[in-house]
């Protein structure tokens, strides 16, 4: 069930898109989850994200499945998740205009005081609220926009520091490294090997599997 969380989560959420300088290139984070009471790292991985300023791939490192990717084309407002299930390989499609008044929010988010330099982009603070925390401060970028992440839409920074509530605890990333290059665009591509399907089927497909 966790794993079907984890996909729900993407392809429900979405962006507020907002005019600023194109960008073009690579954004890498490191996303990490502290061990319960402590400041111990409980586990860690890496997020890599593909931008021609039309398009956005993005690559997350996962134990159960690999390299899992998301391709996202943002003037369409279409999107596709790449899994491999029992050796078979799926393109989990989803038209993301259809999504957004599914989703419930449940958190603030204030601006304050204060900024500081990650990656060398210039970030604003905010603070991140919701009906269960006392909150968490995250980072947004000044000068780079919002629609390459889809991140609290409120704020229209990309963002560059910032926490995630998941089952594992709270979520830490933050971006580590900015390319600005032409990307290659068969990354932008669903690979032929791929089927493409929606998310009931795939959860059809997925739960008649299980049940072998």
Not at 46 to 52: E, H, S
Not at 95 to 109: A, F, H, N
Not at 113 to 128: D, E
Request: with cysteine; aromatic share 14%.
């Amino acid at each position: 069930m966790k794993f079907i969380c984890v996909i729900s989560m993407v392809l429900l959420t979405t962006v507020s898109g907002f005019t600023q300088k194109p960008f073009s290139g690579i954004l890498k984070y490191k996303a990490t989850v502290m061990a319960p009471d402590s400041n111990v790292i409980w586990k860690s991985w890496n997020v890599t994200l593909y931008t021609n300023d039309t398009v956005v791939r993005v690559e997350t490192e996962t134990q159960q499945f690999g390299v899992q990717v998301y391709i996202r084309n943002m003037e369409l407002n279409k999107a596709y998740l790449l899994l491999e299930l029992d050796g078979n390989k799926y393109a989990i499609q989803t038209d993301l205009s259809k999504k957004k008044d599914s989703i419930q929010k449940t958190y603030t988010v204030t601006r304050k005081t204060g900024s500081k330099k990650i990656a060398g982009l210039k970030a604003k603070k905010y603070l991140v609220q919701d009906e269960n925390t006392e909150g968490f401060y995250c980072y947004f970028a000044k000068n780079l926009s919002n629609k390459y992440l889809q991140v609290y839409p409120e704020v229209k920074g990309l963002a560059l520091d910032y926490y995630i509530p998941s089952q594992d605890g709270l979520i830490h990333y933050e971006l580590v490294e900015k390319k600005d290059e032409q990307v290659n665009r068969d990354l932008f591509g669903i690979p032929s090997d791929y089927k493409r399907i929606s998310f009931e089927e795939f959860m059809h497909v997925f739960y008649s599997n299980n049940e072998q």
